[in-house]
């Protein structure tokens, strides 16, 4: 997982705390939005690594 990946997760995870505790379904959505955009750019990542990956199998 890469680094922006990991505090786009502990900044959705906080904000989905923080919000749920102090009853703001607003900040409580936006923590929940900003896991999603995490998880999601893990996936491009990883799609990333794996296309690159067989290029150079490829041209090697």
């Not at 999601?40 to 041209?59: F, G, P, S």
């Amino acid at each position: 997982m890469s680094i922006e990946s990991k505090e786009d997760m502990i900044k959705g995870k906080t904000n989905q705390a923080v919000g749920k505790v102090s009853g703001n379904d607003k900040q409580e959505l936006k923590g929940k939005a900003q896991e999603a955009i995490s998880k999601t750019k893990e996936q491009v990542d990883e799609t990333v690594d794996k296309v690159a990956k067989k290029i150079n199998q490829k041209t090697n």
